[in-house]
C-alpha cells in the first residue's frame, strides 16, 4: 500500500513560516506535495480564477520528501489546480495553513486557509485547516506537535462527505499547554461562532490629491459561550469545530414559509 | 418616516444589465443607492481587500433617484464601504444582484453576489441576493417583477439576525412563468444544494513557450430532491432559500465527540 498523498495550502504565501512548520509535522506521515500561492493572499474567502490564466513555479522549500509548486491563484485555485490537473493521484488529504491568525467566528468566511480546505471537501477529499492565534508567529513548535496529533487522526477515521475540520491553536510556550494538548487528548470541540469585527475605512488623500480608503478595525470583544471559536482560543485552548458548507438557515424555514409567497402557505 | 435606504450591489459590475434591472425593479420602494465593482468580480466569494486602497468613481447609470458608485473592490469591500464609510445612515436592506447566472448549489459558495448579500447580513442588514438562470440574459422583464415582489416582502418581514435570502429564478419568457409568480405567491422554498462542476484545466503553452493552465468545467448533472435550489430552478421555478453563515456542522458532532482527540470521550 502506498503512502497517503496529503496535499498542503495555505493563504499566507509559499514562504510563509507557517507553510513550512506544517510540512515538517507532516514528514513521516506521508508523500507532501505543496500548491501554495506565490504571493500572500489572505481574506480571499473561496474566490477562484476564472477570467485569467494560472501559472506554476517549482520552489525548493529546503525539505526533504516535500514537492512544493507556487501558484499564481488565490487558496481555492490552488487546491482545485492540484487536483485537476498536477498531481498524478488524488490526494488522501487536503491541510490548509498553518495560518498566522486564528480563523474563528466571522474570520472563517473571509479565510483563505479555510476556503482552501473547503475546496478540497468539494472535491471529495477530507479536508482541514489550522490556524495559530498570533499575527507575527515565532513558535511553531507546539502547532507542530499538535497539527501532527489531528491529521493522524483525520488519516485514521477519515471525514464524511462535505464536511471539514476547522482547527485554532492559541499562541502558548509549549510548557503552558494543557498535558493533553501534546498527547492528543486535550482538546475542544467547538462550534463556529459569531465574533466579528468593528470595521472602520481610514480616508486619505495619495500623492496626486486622489481619495483613498483603506479597510482597518479590529476584532470586536463580545462574549459567547465558552464552546465556541473564538472563545476557546483566547482562553488557551485548542478549538476543533467541525464545518460543513450547506448554507441552509434550516432554522428559519417554518417562518419564512407564513410570508406571501408561497403558494402553499 | 423617511423612505427605506436600500444599498446595491452585485459581482458582475456596475455596467452590467442585471444591476440596472434590479435599480428599475425597485424604484418608488426605497432610496436607491449602488456601490458596485468598477469591473466584473464574479466567483470572488467572500473576498475583502485588505492591502490595497479601495477608491470610488461617481457613476450616472441614467436612472432618476438612484445614486451610484463604480468601486475598485470586491462585492464584499462594495458593502462594508457604503456602510462604513459613504452612506450617512445605515442602510434598511442590501440587494445583491441581479446576477446573470443562478447561484444555486456550490455556486452559493463561490459566488460574488452573494457575499455582498453575506455582507450586508454580517454588518446587521437584511440581505439578499437575486440571481436568473442564464449567461446571456436579454430579458430582464419577469425578473423585474419577481425582484419587485420579493423585495417588498422582505422590507415587510424584515429577516432575523444571521438570515439572508438567496433567490434563483428561471430564465423563461413571461407568459411560462406560472401566474402566482406574478402576483407574488408563488415561489417554492428550498434548501441549498450539491450541484456542482465537473472542473478541468486547460493546459496551454503561452507565445513565450510558458505554460499556463485555465479552468474550465460544466455543471455536473446531478439528481437532487425537488426542493432543492438547482432542481427548482432547473423545472422553471423560482427558489428562495434562507442561507445562513454558521457553519458549524451540527450534525457530525456526536461521531467526531468518539476520537482520540477529546478529553471527556
Known amino acids: 500500500m502506498s503512502a497517503p498523498l496529503i496535499l498542503i ?6 514562504q510563509a513560516p507557517g507553510l513550512k512548520a506544517l510540512c515538517e509535522a507532516l514528514q513521516g506521515l506521508g508523500d507532501l506535495v505543496v500548491m501554495a500561492p506565490e504571493i500572500e493572499r489572505s481574506a480571499m474567502g473561496h474566490a477562484i480564477t476564472l477570467s485569467d490564466p494560472l501559472r506554476l513555479t517549482e520552489v525548493d522549500l ?5 514537492t512544493a509548486h507556487a501558484c499564481s491563484g488565490t487558496p481555492a485555485d490552488c487546491v482545485k489546480l492540484a487536483v485537476r490537473a498536477v498531481l498524478d493521484r488524488p490526494p488522501d488529504l ?5 495560518n498566522h491568525g486564528s480563523n474563528t467566528g466571522v474570520n472563517v468566511i473571509y479565510s483563505g486557509t479555510v476556503s482552501a480546505a473547503t475546496e478540497g471537501t468539494i472535491l471529495g477529499i477530507p479536508s482541514l485547516a489550522i490556524s495559530i492565534d498570533c499575527r507575527h508567529c515565532e513558535d511553531f513548535g507546539p ?9 493522524r487522526q ?27 494538548n501534546m498527547d ?5 470541540l467547538t462550534d463556529h461562532g459569531k465574533a466579528d469585527w468593528q470595521d472602520d475605512f481610514d480616508r486619505r488623500v495619495d500623492p496626486h490629491q486622489r481619495v483613498y480608503y483603506w479597510l ?22 485548542v478549538s476543533i469545530t467541525p464545518l460543513h458548507y450547506d448554507l441552509t438557515a434550516y432554522g428559519f424555514r417554518d417562518e419564512l414559509r407564513k410570508w406571501e409567497l408561497f403558494a402553499s402557505s
Do not use: C, W
Request: charged content about 25%; cysteine-free.
Open 154 to 180: 483525520v488519516l485514521a477515521h477519515g471525514l464524511p462527505p462535505g464536511i471539514l475540520l476547522n482547527v485554532n491553536i492559541p499562541d502558548l510556550p509549549m510548557d503552558q499547554f494543557p498535558a493533553g
Open 94 to 98: 487536503v491541510v490548509s495553513g498553518i
Open 216 to 237: 482597518s478595525g479590529r476584532k470586536r470583544e463580545i462574549k459567547e459561550a465558552s464552546h465556541i471559536d473564538e472563545e476557546t482560543v483566547k482562553a488557551g485552548r
Open 62 to 66: 529546503g525539505l526533504e520528501g516535500v
Open 9 to 14: 495550502s495555505n493563504d499566507d504565501g509559499i
Open 184 to 188: 492528543g487528548t486535550g482538546y475542544d
Open 143 to 151: 502547532a507542530r506537535i499538535i497539527a501532527g496529533h489531528i491529521v
